[in-house]
């Protein structure tokens, strides 16, 4: 019988007093046991914010992000030991491509991200700075820090690994040290996984602990710099957010809870389409995949009226298809539930739902393995005929392979349908019709953390109703919990403090560690294209000489470029029009004659022009006018050992000193 061990303080614990029992969801049998309630838990987060915390803050966010791709492709090098484990979940191959292989890519995402979206420092820049004062030496800019405490993550049976990095892996790019709690019935696969990352070496002392059992009293000693992040059931949620000592402390708590999502068939995808068909698939697909056990899968199905007797023959046809057994055999395209008891409370709720619908697939009195001692069920399908009437169909969920059908009699009926869920993680909308789409946006978005909308012209490449991207934000309000997981860099900062700082501009460069107009240039050093990424420092700056414009330069490039733009090519014309003087110059033109006032033509350190960002034109350049630049180094993010990208911040002004046009310029430097 396999001990499941906790990870704390740097050492595995085995499992001692408290110790609980966990079966195969395939035979019955009683194959590992986990918990330990000696565990000192407040020595556990003493270590992560002692030993963990101050190892991340002082790594950048691209160290950071670098560690996460090792540790994602370590995990997908060993990924069949989590396979071989997860069979036991119930868990079909396929389910562990979505736990297991999920995760891993999660993870490989954010390390992206991380590279990609966030800087090599420690600090976060949450938007531009705001200037506060008349003459722009009284500056605001919003910044991200991590927390200096422990994010405790409590997370759900139903994905082991995928529920346990989705929250893990931000925290980490935050710099914030984690401590994970899995629920016992697959608290196994999830110790595997956190051995993987541990024995991988990738992970700083302290960055990671591992609770296999209860968290004890760790709830009523966390303060304002710890976090709580809980996936599950309602009840559950309610009773972990209303600790005295987490609402006394303003603790950060994010909850991701079960809710009844659903699935509307626009009144443009009927029977014979292309959208019925998908409809008909992602439908099925979403009660069978994990044993119906998915936070997003869908418990309501809405069709229009004329549309019932046919969704649920098609329906009933597909289901009819799914082969429920053993999940390491051949063929079977369903395992089990995660546990009997699991399976009983399925049961419970189905018989709620029976009293206001009628049951058109799923007899269990016929169901092949209904004297197995795993816990394996049927898909079960239900109408219910009058939704409006009912009240159970809209707030009991059967966290199973279960799923009821109900008509509505249009678009507006329809959004009412799924706001009675009284908030859900998604919404899927299946239409062809864009002011369909747009309509259920208006009536429903407010009650869903996510509306996907398929159709033909997405759904080669459509991810599925039930898939979380770690790009687009995981959560809902009411009873989906009010919290928000992923979203990309949004992720991050729930492990971070967003501060307000305000000073000059010389403070807010020194503490962004990014320039900030009207802070100190120098400008006593060479060309700044002759020397290497190395050698630049931020507030490095090259005053160009000036350039007159004249009107046969307008004219020049105008018939050279094809753009014979009346502004610039007649000058009544241009005198009617309240922005100008008269003939001016191309935008496009001034940035060419910058280019030409700044760049050093040698073979030098800069390797490419890789675009440029914030382009604003500010003043017209009429004939005659001069123009010089001022190229600053904002920022430098190196990119690898033989280069790094530089963003200049370029302004243009005229012989008067006057703005005319601002931009950032991206290169890539040797």
């Known amino acids: 019988m396999h001990q499941v061990q906790s990870f704390a303080e740097g050492a595995w614990v085995a499992p001692g007093a408290g ?55 370590h995990i997908k090098a060993h ?34 991200k991380g590279r990609r979206e966030m800087p090599d ?65 697959t608290s196994y696969v999830t110790e595997s996984c956190v051995r993987l990352m541990i024995e991988s070496g990738l992970l700083p002392d302290g960055a990671l602990q591992l609770i296999a059992g209860r968290v004890g009293d760790v709830l009523d000693h966390m303060d304002c710099q710890d976090v709580v992040t809980f996936t599950g059931s309602a009840d559950t949620g309610l009773l972990l957010r209303s600790t005295p000592n987490l609402l006394a402390n303003a603790v950060r708590f994010t909850a991701e809870q079960d809710s009844l999502n659903a699935s509307v068939l626009g009144p443009d995808a009927g029977a014979g389409t292309p ?29 229009p009226e004329d549309q019932v007797d046919a969704t649920i023959e ?10 429920v057994g053993d999940p390491r055999a051949d063929g079977t395209t369903m395992g089990a539930l995660v546990s009997g008891a699991q399976k009983n409370d399925v049961l419970d709720k189905v018989a709620m739902i029976g009293a206001e619908a009628e049951q058109v697939f799923g007899n269990l009195d016929t169901f092949a393995m209904a004297d197995s001692k795993g816990a394996f069920l049927p898909p079960m399908l239900f109408h219910c005929s009058d939704p409006d009437k009912a009240s159970l169909v809209h707030d009991v969920e059967a966290f199973g392979p279960v799923s009821t059908i109900m008509p509505y009699r249009d678009i507006n009926h329809a959004a009412e349908l799924l706001n009675r869920g009284k908030g859900s993680l998604v919404a899927s909308i299946i239409t062809r019709d864009a002011d369909v789409a747009r309509h259920m946006t208006m009536g429903s978005a407010a009650f869903h953390g996510r509306l996907y909308f398929n159709n033909r012209d997405s759904m080669t490449e459509a991810t599925g109703h039930g898939a979380p991207m770690p790009h687009m934000v995981h959560g809902g309000p009411g009873r989906a919990g009010g919290g928000e997981e992923l979203g990309g860099i949004r992720a991050v900062t729930h492990y971070m403090q ?5 000073g000059s501009p010389d403070i807010l460069s020194a503490i962004g560690g990014q320039w900030v107009p009207g802070a100190r240039e120098a400008t006593d050093k060479p060309h700044s294209f002759t020397r290497p990424f190395d050698d630049l420092a931020i507030g490095d700056t090259l005053y160009s000489p000036a350039r007159q414009v004249t009107l046969d330069d307008i004219e020049n490039f105008a018939h050279f470029t094809g753009d014979t733009f009346y502004a610039h090519m007649d000058d009544a014309a241009a005198r009617a029009n309240p922005f100008f003087p008269g003939r001016v110059a191309h935008g496009y033109l001034l940035l060419s004659f910058a280019a030409g006032l700044f760049v050093q033509p040698d073979p030098g350190p800069v390797l490419a022009n890789t675009g440029l960002d914030a382009l604003r034109f500010l003043k017209p350049v009429a004939p005659g006018d001069s123009i010089k630049v001022r190229l600053t180094v904002k920022a430098k993010t190196p990119r690898n050992q033989d280069y790094g990208e530089v963003r200049w911040h370029v302004t243009l002004t005229n012989q008067d000193d006057d703005p005319v046009a601002e931009y950032e310029l991206l290169t890539m430097n040797a």
């Open 79 to 112: 990924r069949q030991t989590l396979y071989d484990l997860s069979f036991d979940t119930g868990a079909t191959q396929a389910d562990h491509l979505i736990d297991v292989d999920g995760g891993i890519g999660t993870m490989l995402v954010y390390a992206a």
């Open 498 to 502: 967003r501060t307000a700082i305000q």
């Open 121 to 185: 420092a420690e600090v976060y820049l949450d938007g531009p700075p705001e200037q506060l004062g008349r003459t722009g030496q009284f500056m605001g800019r919003h910044i991200c820090t991590p927390l200096q405490g422990v994010a405790l993550h409590v997370n759900a049976f139903n994905f082991p690994v995928w529920g346990m990095l989705e929250k893990l892996t931000p925290t980490l790019l935050a710099g914030m040290p984690a401590i994970i709690k899995p629920a016992t019935a």
């Open 275 to 303: 959208e019925f068909d998908l409809f008909i698939k992602e439908a099925g697909r979403e009660m069978t995949a994990k044993a119906g056990q998915k936070c997003t899968a869908i418990r309501r199905i809405m069709v």
């Open 19 to 73: 110790a609980r029992p966990i079966a195969s969801a395939i035979t019955g049998d009683v194959i590992a046991e986990a918990g330990n309630d000696t565990l000192d838990v407040q020595a556990m987060r003493g270590f992560a914010r002692d030993v963990g915390g101050p190892a991340l803050r002082a790594m950048t966010f691209h160290d950071r992000a670098r560690m996460l791709k090792a540790l994602a492709l």
């Open 314 to 323: 098609a329906l009933c046809a597909r289901l009819a298809k799914v082969r």
